[in-house]
T-cell receptor, first 114, second 108 residues
Framework: EAGVAQSPRYKIIEKRQSVAFWCNPISGHATLYWYQQILGQGPKLLIQ????????DSQLPKDRFSAERLKGVDSTLKIQPAKLEDSAVYLC????????????FGPGTRLTVT | AQRVTQPEKLLSVFKGAPVELKCNYSYSGSPELFWYVQYSRQRLQLLLR??SRESIKGFTADLNKGETSFHLKKPFAQEEDSAMYYC??????????FGAGTILRVKS
């Protein structure tokens, strides 16, 4: 089966600019996650979707970050305006509730804010 | 609060030596525990989970609820085991809470 796809793979922007990331999960996976991984740290959840509904966005900085999954498939994550501390790898993961609890990760988007 | 601690940033061993990657967690309740691995230039992937009690690529991990630990072990390290290893916990299979990760380097 095809894996989780993400684009772009790399992005360099200046602070105060906006940026958007795209994720296409594995076909049929109802749950989608966005994680932020800052250098030297483990991934940290930003938002969890179940189909097109938000399950958990408690750690999403809502003053600058937004995410949507309109048709319950693809998802976009946006940052506007970006800050230096947003430099990180943004990981998308999807999950199918078959009892294994396994999350399948995409390759990530590396964002550098200058 | 949910927290996962991996005390070692880097573990360097010789090929054929035993490996133990440490993981401690804090959680009120009964979490699911996982080890995820990221090989060079590959994506993060599941290595094993405590509920399955299986051995993957020679690795095993035992959940010790008394010590709140989930250490990853392998009796004989191989060069292809070199990677970044993350311990993670989840509640009801939802979001993962990750540790900071440990780099395992297996020297020949």
């Amino acid at each position: 089966e095809a894996g989780v796809a993400q684009s772009p793979r790399y992005k360099i922007i200046e602070k105060r600019q906006s940026v958007a990331f795209w994720c296409n999960p594995i076909s049929g996976h109802a749950t989608l996650y966005w994680y932020q991984q800052i250098l030297g740290q483990g991934p940290k959840l930003l938002i969890q979707f179940q189909n097109n509904g938000v399950v958990d966005d408690s750690q999403l900085p809502k003053d600058r970050f937004s995410a949507e999954r309109l048709k319950g498939v693809d998802s976009t994550l946006k940052i506007q305006p970006a800050k230096l501390e947003d430099s990180a790898v943004y990981l998308c993961a999807s999950q199918n509730w078959t009892g294994t609890y396994e999350q399948y990760f995409g390759p990530g988007t590396r964002l550098t804010v200058t | 609060a949910q927290r996962v601690t991996q005390p070692e940033k880097l573990l360097s061993v010789f090929k054929g030596a035993p490996v133990e990657l440490k993981c401690n967690y804090s959680y009120s309740g009964s979490p699911e525990l996982f080890w995820y691995v990221q090989y060079s230039r590959q994506r993060l992937q599941l290595l094993l989970r405590h509920i399955s009690r299986e051995s993957i690529k020679g690795f095993t991990a035992d959940l010790n609820k008394g010590e709140t630990s989930f250490h990853l072990k392998k009796p004989f390290a191989q060069e292809e085991d070199s990677a970044m290893y993350y311990c993670a916990l989840s509640r009801y299979g939802n979001k993962l809470v990750f540790g900071a990760g440990t780099i395992l380097r297996v020297k020949s």
